[in-house]
């Protein structure tokens, strides 16, 4: 027979864990409703022939169109541009297929979320504006560019995430170290604004590692306000669930050879990569930067995917690439 004490003690260790759980709980609702307001303000909606498309305008002065990468939105891109928005430059962000407010139509290719761009600039009454495509946004705004040629004042493609272009650009390759914790986040975290919120809580480290596929080590050996940029971009991933059918487009895309007639972009263009990034983006960049007619290719030794350590420059770079064209 159980003793009276036994129960007791069963029943007093189930109610612990059930407030833990609860406070946990607690925490993640607080983080997610902070993270769904800030997403709900200071984006615009249109109507087109790709349903809703979500964008924000941010600055003043000459335009510029920055397309944001996977996991992102519109809300990623404006927080990217602190320095744009900073040196004079009214930012145009909008959020791809799949992301937040903005639809997912039947064919969310590159090739339509480039006209897409397009019919954005005819609402804004905008004729040709220089863009900078970050991560899986490089595929768009190459498509941009090839697409619409007298809208692409220039061209930056920032660690482009991209396996294919004329069927011939090399692929990215795996990330390294796929352990179980990183084959879990890939797998199974980033489909869940719980799991994605506990992953950054208990294991950031893979989590900066998987998701941001850049070294730990070099985050944490950074300015404090390159470890806070790193910090901010994951945590702004939240949350994840209004950005799902946009990373399953990136991950179709990214993962599969895209035509695209690179070599008749007309548009000045640099290319910016780093050799450590775990998505492999330098044989792409070096792939577009050959191929692109009169291409400039810029690279860091190290840095990761989010450039760790090498913000002001790739600003002072792109800055000065921008007012030279």
């Known amino acids: 027979m159980i003793k009276w004490r036994t129960l007791l003690g069963l029943g007093m260790t189930a109610g612990t864990l059930g407030s833990a759980g609860a406070m946990v709980w607690s925490k993640f609702a607080a983080a997610l409703r902070c993270h769904r307001a800030r997403v709900s303000r200071g984006s615009q909606v249109i109507s087109s022939r790709f349903g809703q498309i979500e964008f924000a305008t941010v600055g003043h002065g000459a335009p510029m169109m920055i397309v944001h ?3 992102g939105g519109f809300d990623q891109a404006i927080y990217g541009a602190s320095r744009f928005i900073a040196a004079g430059y009214q930012i145009i962000a909008p959020s791809r297929f799949g992301y937040l407010r903005s639809s997912n139509p039947k064919d969310p290719s590159p090739a339509n979320q480039a006209d897409a761009l397009a019919v954005l600039l005819d609402e804004l009454q905008i004729q040709s504006v220089p863009v900078v495509g970050i991560s899986a946004g490089a595929l768009s705004v190459l498509q941009f560019a090839v697409r619409h040629p007298g809208r692409c004042r220039s061209l930056t493609v920032i660690v482009p995430a991209a396996s294919g272009a004329g069927n011939v650009l090399p692929a990215q390759g795996p990330l390294p170290d796929q352990g179980p914790i990183t084959k879990a986040i890939i797998e199974h975290i980033v489909r869940s604004d719980f799991l994605f919120w506990l992953g950054i809580t208990l294991v950031r480290d893979q989590m900066i590692r998987s998701v941001l596929a850049t070294d730990p080590a070099l985050v944490a050996a950074a300015s404090s306000n390159e470890r806070q940029r790193a910090h ?14 946009g990373l399953l487009n ?4 990214t993962s599969a050879p895209q035509s695209i007639a690179v070599d008749q972009i007309k548009a000045p263009t640099l290319v910016i990569s780093l050799e450590d990034d775990f998505y492999r983006t330098i044989a792409p960049a070096r792939f577009i930067a050959a191929n692109v007619p009169g291409a400039r290719l810029l690279t860091y030794a190290s840095g990761g995917h989010i450039w760790v350590g ?6 002072a770079e792109v800055d000065a690439f921008l007012r030279q064209h």
């Not at 090498?310 to 600003?315: C, G, Q």
Request: proline residues 4%.
């Open 69 to 71: 990468g996977a996991g």
């Open 232 to 245: 901010d971009i994951l945590w702004n991933i939240l949350p994840i669930s209004e950005r799902l059918q």
């Open 250 to 253: 990136d991950t179709r895309f």
């Open 310 to 315: 090498h913000d002001a420059e790739v600003f």
